[in-house]
Structure formats: structure tokens, C-alpha cells
């Protein structure tokens, strides 16, 4: 679908193909590519070839997007997710040097790794584990630190999917009703007949390509349209999100299988702003960062008309994001107080239908499944995780009492390719804290 | 000056020559124009008439600016003025409504309007007034509230200014060095003989028109310079602060006398960034938001190459602008610690040389000047301010002992239209406070 918006994206093309070159012939590693010696952005002006942003456009490539994944609101419009006037909730602190030691085997490898060493093999920026919601590991890299804020690429559709949740234990959001219920414009497009929750799950039928590293993928359309900035002259496709919804065709049976779509959240954060008069922005601050105390404001890319890229557009702060899956642990209670109520945590927590998961080819999440823009594991321990592309992450594991907060820029956007030296290493430290005493 | 970059410029032209069309027919009122009321990007998606922003770039008129100057990032790209990771120093309050009632007579008007009435005459979005520090006034209105960020506009300037105050102060900055000692590349333009002081105090001689009402004024060139989005394909002036700088041509001898032109600040902002090797915003978190405890977070807009648009870029809270000027009225102290030299603030608030300022045509600044991008007003209580276009102000009254922060998004840019119900307001606030018991 969207052939005939295939022309003029050329530039947005060029990264993805400059990214897959300078993967295959050997990426940077971790200490090279850090942006600060790779020097971007620095001077003024900064030298030519250490620009990054706009006219370019190829800040989304490795190694630039070290430096792009912290300063996204420095290249498009942004909307701040407020936290209010409140005061911060602290954290008390219990730092453990000993994780550094800590040894797992790789997915697929013979020799172990530490985990201090896992920190530079996944191009970590920033790294918390929270045990018993104390901070027991901190650790920033990178374009990151505490005051910083990284974009949480997919790591976003899960702040969605539980915003639906919260809706749908208040009654305010029907998971039974189709799509067409609450956006009449969708009805002829193929999201129409689909339930909300088959949007939720992402087990719609959709003809729709993400592939990262195909060029013609219409994840890239799916972003030009999305693209806040002025569009080229010669520029034919959709020209928002809510455009490119309504041409979405059809490809196999809803209900059938998950198949990750990205456009699966931007509709369900569609019919989210219909069915409550408020854009998933809003919801996000009031129900998440105002009560939880949150120290930092968060940034959320938006398209021209001010949608929120809710599909990979959160930018936040590394705490912020372990605070937020520490209240997932908590059964949605913070500070006393049911922010999220325990239905909601229980439906995400849960996980979905793994023979509808088993199909999709995600060989390093065995068992697995995907419900309401979470990702469950099934393990021993119940973990379940927020993930985005590069190596974002919040990995929730209720056995363990062990939260991980992690943002990475990876020089390959497939968590596949992250994983292996990921998650043996977060059930390593798992294993490590349950033991002690 | 900049004849050959005039083409092109169409789009910006339409919001000013709408801005001033429609100031002519009588503009809406507060309550009419209000941007709540106008629904300005309200619905999901928004009607076709009530969107601001790309590609209409009608953004900066009359009534759609309403919305607007609470809203700038979401219109282009910012960069973050962090204000760390301390807590909020608190204000205490004493909020006397009786202030409501104070009434003064208009520059050029025979009856008397009150306080009240002054701030739907003058759009006000915010308003808040200190005396002895503490908050005796607030409001907000329109597109603002006490979380929200506002425009400053030409307000960012004065923070500029008391930057390179406080960098001369420390011996970081030599006021008397010519612009080319620290700029080699603005040399061959008009910038280049010119001391720093100079072009602090805005006494340079330049070619450079900024008649916002005019739209072949130099000022929308360097706007569109500035403009951080992708240029169109047309588009063949310069495409960035520093370029455009690096074309100013000389009109008048440097000394001479006092005219308002931007750009001055931006070459002041450079010098600061090149002497100091860190840029302006940096300073800013570093030396104002951190140290004054600030509230909130603010947002720089910036150009393509992330240079911060110094000469009127800043958004930040109502009650961080008036943190700001009590920390100036207090000497540069705030809780007890010196922020800002005093010598820097005693250079700010001496204000310059009337002799050189008389000739600029400022009618409701009788006698004042400009000094370290501040308007000193020569008045009986040695009043100074930092203003903005649109009614953007920050106003300190050293015998008052009170600080008045402004925001307002009034329909015609010039202060002058602005000033008549606004500067005698402050003077009779003033003398209020001085006989309050």
C-alpha cells in the first residue's frame, strides 16, 4: 500500500542506507562513537561534517544518532508532558558495585560476559536497576545524564497502552467496540472493523511494513508524514498521522496473529483523545507524571498538527522511566496512592496469547507475547518490558522485585540484534538480587 | 542591505501584512481573541480553520499569536535551559487584591482606567508583581498558567546582556576589545570595528531595518535565517544566524548613538560563546536557572545550527522572569549567595548615556536609555526593564522595591502602542506600594 506516496522521500532514505553500510563494514564501537568525541554539534558553528539535524536529515543514522537520541527536541517541534508544581518523590539509593561482576552467557555465545562489560557491547547511555524500588545501579554514558533526556522510541507505546488500560478500568474506553465507533474516519480504512483491543494487541490485519532497514518500508512514509517540519515542494503524501491512518489497506484477518505495526498505537492514541476529549499527552502528564512525582518534564515529538508521534515519540529521563515501571511492580501504587488502578497492571502484566505471538519470528523472546503495547516474556519470573528500537528499554521482572531502565543507541535498530547480550544479562542480575540476603 | 536574499520570503510576509490588516479594523478584544475561545488546535485533528503552525506560517499574527507565544516549541525546534536537578526556592505571598483598584491615567489620555481594566487593554497573558520579594499580585489569562512557558521576545536580550555583565565582571570578556578580536569572521562585515561594548549597548552603525510592520524590513531575513526548518527548495539567503551576521553592512559611525537593531544581541551571544567556549543557554542554566532555584524549566528557540535565537528566543515561566529581576533589585543576591556580581548589576541598572538614546524616537521613554541590552527609564525611582515586543516585560523599581513580570501577546508588536497603559500602571502600582503601611 501507499505505493503512489513512494516518491520524494529520498532523504529520509539516505540514513537508513548509511546506517546499514556502516553496520555491515564494522560500527564503531561504544568509546568511539561516543558523541562527545565524536565532537557533533560542537563549536560556533560547528564544523561542516559534525552538523547534525536539518538540511541532512540523517541524524537518525549511526553513529549520529548518539548524539540525536538525546536532542531530538533540538531538531522538531515538541510538547512538554508537564509534571506539574509538585515536589519530586525521591528515591532512596543502595548502589551495589558487585552487578558490575556479575556474569551471564550471551544468546547464542560460549564465553560469558560481565555486565560492565554488556554496558559498552549495547552502546548503553544509560542504565538503572531499581531492587525493592531502591536505586541499586546508575550508570550514564554517552549524550546522556540524569538530567538528560532520551527518546524512548517504541518504549512510548507502552506509556499508550497503559494509559488505554487505566480508560478501560475507569470505563472510558470500551476494548470491545471497533475502531469505527470512535473514528468515523477510519471506517473505510482497515482499521474500521478491528476491535480496540486487536489495535491494542497489534493482532490487526494490516498490509504495512516495518522494516527498519528497508528503505522502502512504509515505516519510512509512516515518518514523513509524520515529520512536523515543512514538507519539500515536491512532497505528495499523507501529511499527518491521522492521514496516513486513514489509508491504511488491509492484509490478513483481525484477530489472527501479532504482527508489531506501529500504526497500531497511533490509532489507539486516535480513538484515546475521541473518547475522552484529551490527547494522549494530557493523560500521559495528569496520570503518570503529575502523580508519580516525576523530577523531570518529558518531551513528545508531534506531527503538524500536534499529534503525538505516540508510537516512538517520548523523550524522558532515565529515573523517570524506572519510576514509571517501579509502579508497575507496585500494582500501580505509588507513594500509597493507586495511580494506576489494578486491573490495568494486572491486563498488561498478564501478556497476551503466545500462539498468536509464536508466528512472528521474535527468536530471542521464546514463549513470548505482546497485550496492550507491552511485551511479556513468560519466563520463570513474569517479566514483562516495555522495548524500543536501539535499545530502549523498562524490563519489569515481579520474581526478582527488579525494575531496569535502560536507553542505548545500538548501531542496529533491531532489538534482536540487542537482546542477546540484554536479556540472559537482566535474568543474571535478577538471579544476583533474589539471592541476596 | 541583503537586497539579494529578499526573494522567497512570501510566506513570512502574510502573517505581518494580516497582523497589521487586521490591526487597522479594529482587532478583537482580550475576551474575544482569547485562544481557548478562538479553539486554536483544539479537536483531534483540529478544523482546517483553527490550525496554527507549518505550512500556513501565519503563526506570528493577530489573534492566531495568542496561542502562539505559549506555544513556540511546539512550532519549531528548542533547546532545554536546564535548571538541574535542586529544588524550587519558594516564593512567599501576600497577595493584596486591592491593587485591583489601583487607578492611573493612560500616556495621552484624560480619564483614569484601573489596574484591572489595564490588563485586558493591554492582552495580558501574565502578570505577577513582587514587592520586597514577596508576591502581591498574580495572573494569568489567555494561553498561560503558572506551569506554562511564555514568549519573552526582546526579553531574552537583557539576559543576554547580564551574561556578558557578569562575564566582563569576571574578567572573561573584555567590553573594550573590537568584535573581530573575538570573531574573525565578522571582520569584513560592520560588526567587525565595533567594540563589544557597543554592540552591547546597541550603539553600532548598521544597515539593518526592524520595522516589524514592514515587510521588506531586514528584520524578516533574519528571521528566516534563523528559521530552524528546512528551507525551501527556493529559499537562497543566508540559513543561519552566524551567516547572516557575517552580511551586515555599516550605516553611521559605531558610538554615535543608540538604535534598537537585533542582531546586535546575536553577535553579542556569539562572542560570548566564542570567549567562553560555552554557548549561551549553557550560561544561562549554569549562572541564572540553577542558582536561583527557577521553577521551571525554559525553552531557547534556535536555528538550524542549534545557535539560540538570543534576540528574543527564550520562553520561560512568569514567576522564573520575576525571580530574575528581584535577584537584580536585590544586587545580584538571591537566598543569600551572590548570583550576579555587583558590579554587573550596578552597570545594568546605572543604565546609558540619554544623549545617545534621545535621538531613537522612544516618545514614552522620555529621557531613558539603553545599556547591556536594558532599557533604563531615568525616572525618579531609577526604574529599568527588559522589554519585549508584544508587551513582554520585566520592571524593576529599586524605590519601590518591586518587580513587575508581563507577559501579554497585545495585537500590535511596538511597545509604544503598549507602554501608554502600561508604563504610568507601573508608576502608580509604585507609589501604592511605597505608601502601603
Redesign the interface.
Known amino acids: 500500500m501507499f505505493n503512489k506516496w513512494r516518491q520524494s522521500l529520498c532523504l529520509i532514505f539516505v540514513f537508513v542506507l548509511l546506517s546499514s553500510a556502516v553496520a555491515k563494514v564494522e560500527p564503531l564501537d561504544a568509546a568511539a562513537s561516543d558523541p562527545n568525541v565524536m565532537g557533533w554539534?560542537q563549536g560556533?558553528?560547528?564544523a561542516d561534517d559534525r552538523?547534525i539535524?536539518?538540511?541532512a536529515?540523517d541524524y537518525f543514522s549511526f553513529p549520529k544518532l548518539r548524539w540525536t537520541f538525546c536532542h531530538f527536541?533540538?531538531?522538531?517541534?515538541?510538547?512538554?508532558v508537564?509534571r506539574?508544581?509538585g515536589?519530586v518523590t525521591p528515591f532512596s539509593e543502595a548502589l551495589d558495585p558487585a552487578i558490575d561482576d556479575v556474569t551471564f552467557t550471551p544468546i547464542g555465545a560460549t564465553e560469558e560476559m560481565t555486565w560492565k562489560a554488556s554496558l559498552d557491547a549495547n552502546y548503553t547511555d544509560g542504565m538503572l536497576i531499581l531492587h525493592r524500588g531502591e536505586i541499586v545501579y546508575e550508570y550514564y554514558s554517552g549524550c546522556l545524564d540524569?538530567?538528560g533526556?532520551h527518546g524512548a522510541m517504541s518504549v512510548t507505546k507502552s506509556f499508550v497502552g497503559t494509559i488505554a488500560e487505566i480508560l478501560i478500568a475507569e470505563g472510558d474506553l470500551d476494548e470491545s467496540k471497533l475502531v469505527n465507533e470512535y473514528i468515523p474516519e477510519l471506517a473505510p480504512s482497515a482499521f474500521g472493523n478491528a476491535t480496540v483491543r486487536q489495535v491494542m494487541d497489534m493482532t490487526t490485519g494490516l498490509d504495512y511494513n516495518e522494516n527498519y532497514a528497508d528503505p522502502e518500508s512504509d515505516i519510512w512514509l509512516y515518518t514523513a508524514a509524520g515529520d512536523?517540519?515543512?514538507?519539500?515542494?515536491s512532497y505528495k503524501g499523507p501529511r499527518?498521522f491521522?492521514e496516513f491512518l486513514q489509508g491504511a489497506e488491509q492484509k490478513g484477518i483481525h484477530g489472527d496473529a501479532f504482527i508489531y505495526k506501529s500504526i497500531n498505537t497511533d490509532a489507539l492514541a486516535?480513538m484515546i483523545?475521541?473518547a475522552t476529549g484529551k490527547?494522549f499527552i494530557e493523560h500521559l502528564s495528569e496520570r503518570i507524571w503529575k502523580p508519580l512525582g516525576m523530577?523531570q518534564?518529558a518531551d513528545m515529538m508531534?506531527d503538524?498538527?500536534?499529534?503525538p508521534f505516540s508510537a516512538g515519540g517520548l523523550n524522558l529521563s532515565l529515573r523517570d522511566a524506572a519510576r514509571f515501571g517501579q509502579t508497575l511492580l507496585q500494582q500501580g501504587v505509588w507513594q500509597g496512592e493507586q495511580v494506576i488502578p489494578t486491573a490495568a497492571v494486572q491486563s498488561i502484566s498478564g501478556g497476551g496469547d503466545p500462539a498468536k505471538f509464536a508466528g512472528a519470528g521474535y527468536t530471542t523472546l521464546p514463549g513470548g507475547s505482546y497485550r496492550s503495547q507491552w511485551w511479556a516474556l513468560h519466563n520463570e519470573n513474569g517479566a514483562y518490558s516495555a522495548r524500543g528500537i536501539h535499545g530502549q528499554a523498562i524490563y519489569v521482572d515481579p520474581t526478582a522485585e527488579m525494575v531496569i531502565a535502560r536507553f542505548a543507541t545500538f548501531p542496529i535498530s533491531f532489538n534482536a540484534a540487542i537482546d542477546p547480550t540484554s536479556l540472559p544479562a537482566y535474568q543474571a542480575v535478577a538471579d544476583y538480587l533474589i539471592k541476596k540476603p
Open positions: 554539534m560556533f558553528p560547528p552538523i539535524g536539518y538540511p536529515s527536541r533540538e531538531i522538531q517541534a515538541t510538547k512538554r508537564g506539574g508544581l515536589s540524569r538530567e533526556r512536523p517540519t515543512p514538507k519539500l515542494e499527518n491521522y486516535w483523545a475521541r490527547d523530577e518534564e508531534i503538524s498538527l500536534g499529534t
